[in-house]
């Protein structure tokens, strides 16, 4: 298929119809109004479904109410948004139904900012909503991987049961670049008539399904916790994703950064590499399972003599760098927050600093 | 002679958790006679919600979805939406829709959302164990009221019924009680009607259900029964408030 330019947001409510969600909930929020915009015209031409809900806190359950009946279903929001989405979340992590939750990260905390971010990390991470979950965290670093990662966050959240989150940011919503649709991201929805509530008689057995979180009982909760857990260890095994940039180079500082952010490095590595400085760099795309092992691999190459993460934040990742490099090399950081990018230039300053 | 009286097929056979003189089971059996009636038990999703009805899924033999506290019009509204062939209905308590789910239960309301509403109101918060609701009466005394509850400082009791029939959007919204004989079979017949209009496609369907709490009230199943008769009905007059024609 030909390349098509196309604004970032836009290709992710494209990438969602392609993937075969035919259902949209969503709360307008900058920066990341454009998918709501684009999908009340695209919708309606696959029979789909759009609606805009009264508030985020109501659209975490209009996914909730879809998922648990079965149908593939999305929605889009911009932090603020997400932490009032984060309570839903947590019951959709633990009534184990699949749904996708895209966050175009803007600055906090508070009302922050417009303009791109990835404050974001813990809350994604780590947790965002109440008790032991997870949701399975993809990176895009473009609008192109954010249509592949949009695509393949539908299986993902099928195959896991769960809630999947592609964490993005402003600037990858809101600039252009052109894109191709991979036809085989795109996958047939799941049987999913062992525990959806998609009505007894549109299934062969005649059992009711119940969706809920509620385990009163607390050996019962335990094992539903541990269900839970096994299926976060299964993520470990299995969906970890990442990108190593002149890794087989003889660096002396290793980088690690992830989405927009990344792009930025990987200039600032390509011109240090002109000056006859390697530096390499460790882009996680997968933050949650997040690649423990290529990380400590990397971090502890003979030639290797520092880590350093760098990140819109004011030190997120850079906490689960340090645990997977345990001691080995010293790790820095350096962030900024408040909506400007970080230059190559300045990235290059800081590189030239540490050796 | 034929069976003349039997269990409706979609209530479960269960153990009650409810209780002595709770009108949760009165309201439960009323929902479930509407269901069998209407032949729509396997194309049905109950949602339960937050407080003494949470359990509701385990006395009814349909599917059923578990809400946060006050976010079923939300959820019901996601799977009608997407599954409009389903019959879905939400079962919720005066904590529950009236104080933290307020937001959902208006919007859902005001789109007309095609589900049914079932809310059970008894003036107090029942499983939290006795708090002050916004549907408590004034100088009704309750945990977190133990003098009465002071509406200088917290307002008049809302009836959801007429706030929500005052909406312009068409709806079915009616008010009924369970506390004596007459009273339950027109409740019956009021849920069974807001059913039907969910069958039909035709509006969103909200039953207000004056009921009692005999634990939380501190009286006994019959004195409930008598004091909610004297002060509830009084301010929760009973009758439709709309109706979608």
């Known amino acids: ?355 | 002679m034929g069976k003349t009286f039997s269990k409706p097929a979609v209530l479960s056979h269960t153990m009650t958790h409810y209780c002595p003189g709770c009108t949760h089971g009165i309201v439960h059996r009323l929902v479930a006679e509407a269901i069998d009636e209407l032949g729509i038990m396997d194309r049905t999703v109950g949602i339960a919600p937050v407080g003494c009805a949470v359990l509701a899924y385990n006395y009814f033999n349909c599917d059923f979805q578990e809400a946060a506290h006050g976010r079923a019009p939300a959820m019901a509204t996601g799977i009608k939406r997407v599954r409009p062939d389903l019959i879905v209905f939400t079962y919720q308590g005066d904590g529950d829709l009236a104080s933290i789910g307020m937001g959902e239960i208006i919007h859902a309301a005001n789109r007309g959302e095609k589900f049914t509403t079932i809310f059970i109101n008894n003036a107090i918060y029942g499983m939290t164990g006795g708090q002050m609701a916004p549907t408590t009466l004034p100088g009704q005394r309750a945990t977190t009221a133990p003098t009465g509850r002071n509406t200088d400082q917290t307002g008049m009791p809302i009836k959801m019924a007429n706030l929500l029939g005052g909406l312009v959007t068409p709806a079915y919204v009616t008010r009924q009680a369970v506390l004596k004989p007459q009273q339950i079979n027109k409740t019956k017949k009021a849920i069974k009607q807001a059913f039907q209009y969910q069958v039909e496609n035709k509006c969103f369907s909200f039953v207000e259900v004056i009921s009692t709490c005999p634990t939380n009230w501190g009286l006994t199943p019959l004195a409930s029964l008598k004091w909610a008769e004297e002060n509830l009905l009084p301010y929760y007059e009973l009758g439709d408030v709309k109706t979608p024609e």
């Open chain 1, 1 to 355: 298929m030909a390349k098509v330019l196309m604004k970032g947001n836009e290709a992710i409510g494209e990438a969602a119809i392609r993937a075969g969600c035919k259902n949209y909930f969503a709360y307008p929020i900058t920066p990341q109004s454009e998918v709501a915009e684009y999908l009340v015209k695209r919708l309606p031409e696959v029979d789909g479904v759009f609606l805009q809900g009264e508030s985020e806190v109501a659209v975490g359950y209009m996914i909730f109410g879809a998922a648990g009946a079965g149908e593939r279903v999305m929605t889009t929001s911009s932090s603020p948004g997400i932490s009032l989405m984060s309570e839903a979340i947590s019951y959709i992590a633990a009534a184990q139904c699949p749904a996708v939750f895209v966050n175009i990260v803007r600055c906090g905390p508070g009302l922050g900012g417009i303009l791109p971010a990835q404050g974001d990390y813990f809350q994604a991470t780590k947790g965002g909503g109440h008790g032991d979950y997870h949701l399975l965290v993809l990176a895009p670093d473009g609008v192109q991987e954010a249509v592949e990662m949009t695509m393949q966050a539908f299986t993902l959240a099928e195959k896991y049961r769960g809630p999947v989150m592609i964490l993005g940011d402003g600037l990858i919503g809101q600039m252009m670049e052109p894109v191709e649709f991979p036809e085989d991201l795109a996958t047939a929805p799941s049987n999913k008539d062992d525990w959806a509530t998609n009505g007894m008689s549109t299934r062969k057995s005649k059992k009711r399904n119940l969706v809920k979180s509620l385990y009163l009982d607390p050996t019962e909760l335990n094992a539903h916790n541990l269900n839970l857990k096994a299926k976060y260890d299964q993520m470990k095994r299995e969906e970890i994703q990442f990108e190593a940039y002149n890794a087989d180079a003889d660096y002396k500082v290793l980088i690690t950064s992830y989405g927009t952010m990344s792009r930025v490095c990987r200039t600032a590595i390509d011109l240090l590499k002109e000056e006859g400085i390697e530096v390499a760099m460790l882009r996680p795309k997968t933050l949650f399972p997040f690649p423990e092992k290529a990380v400590f691999e990397a971090a502890t190459k003979k030639s290797c003599k520092s880590v350093i993460s760098i990140e819109m934040s004011m030190g997120q990742m850079v906490e689960d760098v340090e645990r997977c490099v345990k001691g080995q090399r010293p790790v820095e950081f350096y962030g900024e927050c408040g909506g400007d990018i970080p230059s190559p230039e300045k990235i290059i300053d800081i590189i030239k600093a540490m050796i």
